[in-house]
């Protein structure tokens, strides 16, 4: 019989009617009907029990993929599905120890490091890239902006000085060489010597992330 639930899961079966019949006790497949008339988790065959699983917060039976991963857990995954542990999550952060420990951490090295490669996987996505323009045309953004122009003057116009001469060709575009770091296609030219008038065109030319590290150690100095 296991042989023949293995098969049918294989065919195609929806873990979904499985999951619907644990929770009202009726099914409404023929298969299950045929093999297994009443749903509890205590007589559920050991080739389902994959499948599905019981929160034991909101005591629901729910379908794996809605449990976190954790390889110390049974079946691979959490004990409490992931409404629930966001909903925890959610409460534990706004009660004051939660706050002080978030704070901590995001001041940390660690917490610095996950957040720009939180940040730079956002950017990539269309509601990044939606947010980003929105921001940008916002009047804070704007003000951002000429604030940036102020404070750094010499760096928008070593960066107009490459635009310019990439225009009439006396520098070639950035996507046809090669990082200077690394074997990967440039796609940015990086100031190595600063943005001061006599660097404006002292580039070499990088990919994104090697001008992401330069630009860090150029921070940390």
């Given at each position: 019989?296991?042989?023949?639930?293995?098969?049918?899961l294989n065919?195609?079966?929806?873990?979904?009617?499985l999951?619907?019949?644990?929770?009202?006790?009726k099914?409404?497949?023929?298969?299950?009907?045929?093999?297994?008339?009443?749903?509890?988790?205590?007589r559920?065959?050991?080739?389902?029990m994959?499948?599905?699983?019981?929160?034991?917060?909101?005591?629901?039976?729910?379908?794996?993929?809605?449990?976190?991963?954790?390889p110390?857990?049974?079946?691979?995954c959490t004990?409490?599905?992931?409404?629930?542990?966001?909903?925890?999550?959610k409460?534990?952060?706004?009660?004051?120890?939660?706050?002080?420990?978030?704070?901590?951490?995001?001041?940390?090295?660690?917490?610095?490091?996950a957040?720009?490669?939180?940040?730079?996987?956002?950017?990539?996505?269309?509601?990044?890239?939606?947010?980003r323009?929105?921001?940008?045309?916002?009047?804070?953004?704007?003000?951002?902006?000429?604030?940036?122009y102020?404070?750094?003057?010499?760096?928008?116009?070593a960066?107009?000085?490459?635009?310019?001469?990439?225009?009439?060709g006396?520098?070639?575009?950035?996507?046809?060489l090669?990082?200077?770091?690394c074997?990967?296609p440039a796609?940015?030219y990086?100031?190595?010597?600063?943005?001061?008038?006599e660097?404006?065109?002292?580039?070499?030319?990088?990919?994104?992330?090697c001008?992401?590290?330069?630009?860090?150690?150029?921070?940390?100095?």
């Open positions: 019989m296991t042989q023949r639930i293995h098969d049918r065919d195609g079966f929806d873990n979904e009617i999951v619907r019949a644990i929770r009202t006790g099914f409404v497949d023929q298969f299950t009907t045929h093999f297994y008339p009443k749903a509890t988790l205590a559920m065959p050991k080739c389902l994959k499948v599905a699983k019981k929160c034991s917060e909101c005591k629901q039976v729910k379908l794996i993929s809605e449990f976190h991963k954790n110390d857990g049974k079946y691979g004990a409490t599905c992931k409404n629930c542990r966001n909903a925890a999550m409460a534990y952060n706004q009660n004051e120890k939660g706050k002080v420990i978030r704070e901590r951490y995001a001041q940390s090295e660690e917490g610095k490091i957040h720009r490669k939180a940040f730079k996987k956002y950017a990539r996505t269309e509601k990044g890239k939606t947010a323009k929105r921001y940008a045309q916002s009047e804070k953004g704007k003000v951002n902006q000429k604030r940036f102020v404070h750094h003057p010499n760096q928008i116009k960066k107009k000085a490459v635009y310019y001469s990439i225009k009439i006396k520098l070639p575009r950035p996507d046809t090669l990082c200077h770091y074997p990967k796609q940015q990086h100031h190595w010597h600063g943005y001061e008038p660097h404006y065109l002292n580039v070499v030319p990088v990919c994104i992330p001008h992401s590290k330069c630009m860090r150690k150029k921070e940390d100095e």
